[in-house]
């Protein structure tokens, strides 16, 4: 039993931060693993972290309901 709502607002930010966290690492390693330039891995990374932040948590609010 939790003693917190898990959907407020500030346990949002903090789970959408460490899918981006986890979709940098991921986008970042893979990109400077193949050789890319500096810009390419920033680029690779932020868009990694932007389809997992935006489809994982999209899809888990489509599970809820």
Do not use: P, Q
Request: with cysteine; net charge positive.
């Amino acid at each position: 039993m939790r003693g917190y709502d898990r959907n407020c607002a500030i346990c949002r930010l903090m789970r959408s931060l460490a899918y981006t966290g986890i979709g940098m690492g991921i986008g970042g390693g893979a990109a400077y693993l193949i050789g890319a330039s500096k810009e390419n891995v920033m680029l690779s990374g932020i868009v990694v972290a932007a389809i997992i932040v935006f489809g994982v948590l999209d899809k888990n609010k489509e599970l809820k309901r």
